[in-house]
């Protein structure tokens, strides 16, 4: 069974450029909607007009959508515009009245792909229904939970299927909202080569400052299409203000993107290269915020006056770092080099602090 590719169901959509849906995080008013959606259909090409009608919201008592009011506003899009209309679903209720209303695709937010009883649940209400679904990743970095969400709809003999990547909760701390972790999609994509992947900058970003470098990127890794939050008046938002966009500044995102030729980029060669540039560039934060304690501790150490060097503590770290090494797979001689040059370096920033040196 065959995933179909976007343009055989996406009207006005052609595969050389990125499939595009914009709209705001959440339906709030028939106005804010439908104003939202004239000036996105003015400024620019998107494809399908997002919002978000239940929202998955972390604490009860903020705006939790509108509900199904909001879908006759979208139904009205349809007509004034011409867009197709998505929303999330997280529940067969949900799905019902999205159905009632010609919603024409549904996308399974990040809280529920974590869930794979409600995944199971949203596959078997949809079982014989002919609309599209996007499946968001989920919020912990987990590929085969991923997978298995797109499998569980495609079981269903669905095959209008789409993945769309929008960042993963960051246990780290980070510039993002949500870590891109790139090489994940990635690894779905290698799965399932045919598959479309489209990237939500605006939940991996959190704010509106790295949108536009997130889009580049998501073209530049050959990414079939970009969601981008858009609210006619992002200040007033009710569910994620900070990283909406106007209208007119999603055209002037689209416009500065370059859509790059995709034959070389689909290589696996290239693929695999990709995955290695973003766990280098993890590895190397990593690494900087392990400088940024070894520098907290040299400061402590230096107030009061304690030897940088402390043997057995040394010796520990060796000692169950190369055992950790070797459960992962790693050479117990090479994990020990590591670990030495880091050590290195940080007896050198500590004995720079100590001693007040530049
Ligand atoms: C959304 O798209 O507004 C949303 C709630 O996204 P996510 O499921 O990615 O958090
Ligand atoms: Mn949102």
Not at 39 to 49: D, E, G, L
Not at 125 to 146: E, Y
Request: aromatic share 6%.
């Amino acid at each position: 069974m065959k995933i179909q590719a976007l343009e055989t169901y996406t009207p006005h959509y052609q595969s050389n450029s990125p499939l595009i849906i914009a709209g705001p995080c959440s339906a709030e008013s028939r106005q804010q909607v439908l104003e939202t959606a004239e000036q996105i259909q003015k400024h620019t090409s998107a494809n399908i007009f997002r919002a978000g009608i239940w929202k998955p919201r972390s604490r009860p008592g903020s705006f939790e959508g509108i509900g199904e009011e909001g879908l006759k506003w979208l139904q009205e899009v349809q007509q004034t515009t011409g867009m197709m209309t998505a929303t999330e679903v997280a529940h067969p209720h949900h799905i019902e009245l999205a159905l009632k209303y010609g919603v024409n695709i549904l996308w399974i937010g990040a809280r529920t792909t974590s869930n794979p009883f409600s995944v199971q649940e949203i596959a078997e209400s949809i079982k014989g229904v002919d609309i599209p679904v996007f499946i968001k990743n989920p919020i912990n970095p987990d590929v085969s939970l991923w997978i298995g969400a797109i499998e569980r709809i495609l079981n269903t003999g669905n095959t209008k299927v789409a993945a769309i990547h929008r960042g993963f909760y960051p246990y780290e701390e980070t510039k993002f909202r949500n870590i891109p972790k790139w090489e994940i999609p990635i690894e779905v994509k290698r799965n399932y080569p045919e598959l479309p992947i489209i990237c939500d900058p605006s939940h991996i970003s959190g704010n509106v400052d790295y949108i536009q470098d997130i889009c580049q990127k998501a073209l530049d890794l050959n990414f079939d299409g970009l969601m981008i939050e858009t609210h006619i008046h992002p200040k007033e938002a009710l569910s994620d203000a900070q990283q909406q966009v106007t209208p007119e500044v999603l055209r002037n995102i689209l416009n500065q993107l370059t859509v790059r030729n995709s034959n070389e980029l689909t290589d696996e060669l290239q693929q695999y290269r990709e995955q290695i540039d973003s766990i280098d560039q993890q590895l190397l934060e990593m690494l900087a915020q392990r400088m940024d304690v070894i520098k907290r501790i040299g400061e402590y150490k230096r107030g009061r006056n304690i030897t940088i060097l402390q043997l057995r503590r040394w010796e520990n770290i060796i000692k169950t770092r190369t055992l950790f090494g070797q459960k992962t797979g790693l050479d117990k001689d090479f994990v020990n080099d590591i670990l030495q040059l880091i050590h290195k370096e940080s007896i050198k920033e500590q004995n720079r602090i100590m001693n007040k040196l530049q």
